[in-house]
């Protein structure tokens, strides 16, 4: 199982924000070109970038930020997601050297760009599912829709994404721990990967999600605990490979 560090951009800087609440933000680096750096020295292989700026202005704000990650870790496969809403922009990002792009909000609203996308670029499109007691939200979690997560989940399976990323708001920069039971019931309700985000803490969420791996759940996304040190990220993947090994 992937455990897979965050670098959540925000004008230019790496930071964390509590339930997607974009004024409830924690600034870790100016430099997020460093942070990437420092996961990938530490054993990440992949990285998960977020345009938070983007994900609200509906259009990418820190390409540039991205595209020089990218270039930099041409062996680490990136996934990008905020504000991508036009094929214009999944073509942009490939071609700076992003290996998957996560389509969020613009997936819920219009379920057939997703399809068109998919099969556009192949092999490169997952979609980003983020619920609140089971319903999922939309434009950076402002809006919670009248869409059921598994329901969703499976529309897009059919469409040929290449995994589900799915976030529990409730638990997101939280620190409250991950949320295994509807992670293991999407997991369970699909047949293509999920990776889990939101909630994770320590070496024991590690643990839980390690013991639940075998039910499709492919890899994890921490963000605030490896920035607060809750959870060191090498020992974090050094214990999940150990656990899983075989």
């Known amino acids: 199982m992937l455990l897979i560090p965050a670098i959540d951009l925000k004008d230019g800087k790496c930071v964390r924000l509590r339930q997607g609440i974009m004024e409830d933000d924690t ?6 070109l460093a942070m990437a750096d420092q996961w990938v020295e530490a054993g ?3 990285l998960h970038l977020v345009d938070l700026d983007g994900a609200f202005a509906g259009k990418p704000v820190n390409g540039d930020v ?4 990218a270039r930099k870790y041409p062996d680490v496969p990136i996934q990008i997601g905020g504000g ?3 094929a214009e922009t999944i073509q942009a990002y490939i071609a700076a050297g992003v290996q998957y792009v996560i389509i969020g909000t613009k997936a819920v609203n219009d379920p057939e760009f997703v399809s068109e996308v998919c099969k556009k670029f192949p092999g490169h499109i997952i979609v980003g599912l983020d619920a609140k007691n089971g319903k999922v939200a939309t434009d950076g979690w402002a809006k919670v829709s009248g869409h059921g997560l598994i329901d969703m989940a499976k529309r897009f399976e059919e469409d040929g994404v290449e ?3 799915y976030t529990d708001i409730n638990r997101d920069g939280m620190m ?9 019931e999407l997991a369970q309700a699909i047949n293509i990967p999920v990776v889990a985000s939101g909630g994770i803490v320590n070496l024991d969420d ?3 999600l390690c013991g639940v791996a075998d039910q499709g759940i492919m890899g994890a996304i921490t963000g605030r605990a490896i ?4 959870l060191n990220f090498a020992e974090g993947q050094k214990l999940s490979d150990q656990l899983l090994k075989g």
């Open 176 to 184: 409250e721990g991950v949320n295994i039971e509807s992670t293991v």
């Open 206 to 208: 590690i643990r839980a």
């Open 27 to 32: 600034v870790f680096s100016d430099d997020p």
């Open 163 to 165: 995994a589900i990323i």
């Open 227 to 230: 920035y607060e040190g809750t």
């Open 66 to 69: 991205i595209e020089r990650i």
């Open 84 to 86: 991508i809403r036009d």
């Open 44 to 46: 990440a292989r992949r």
